[in-house]
């Protein structure tokens, strides 16, 4: 059983960053591309950012030239650097092994004055 564990999300006034951290629990980490999601309150769940194996990235357009995402294969990890964050972005932040059914738990980021 695979667990991935996000952490870093909190309140964050307009225009700040926070950057997102997601950990595996499975040591073929490195073969997976890897994904965040957000889903806000009242709203479906989107997909914000990919990860591929060999570290090609791919984004929503509502967040390009914003946020960032990588990995660090060594330790099991993958990132979502959010910059110049908006009001709209305040969401539950969720990564995911690309393609499969395994989630983390969440991690609330509140974008507010």
């Known amino acids: 059983q695979v667990q991935l564990v996000e952490s870093g999300g909190g309140l964050v006034q307009p225009g700040g960053s926070l950057r997102l951290s997601c950990a595996a629990s499975t040591s073929r980490f490195s073969l997976y591309a890897m994904g965040w999601y957000r889903r806000a309150p009242g709203e479906q769940r989107q997909l914000v950012a990919t990860i591929t194996t060999s570290g090609s990235t791919n984004y929503a357009d509502s967040v390009k030239g914003r946020f960032s995402i990588s990995r660090d294969n060594a330790k099991k990890t993958v990132y979502l650097q959010m910059t110049s964050l908006k009001a709209e972005d305040t969401a539950v932040y969720y990564c995911?092994?690309?393609?499969?059914?395994?989630w983390g738990q969440g991690t609330q980021v509140t974008v507010s004055s």
């Open positions: 995911n092994i690309f393609g499969t059914g395994y």
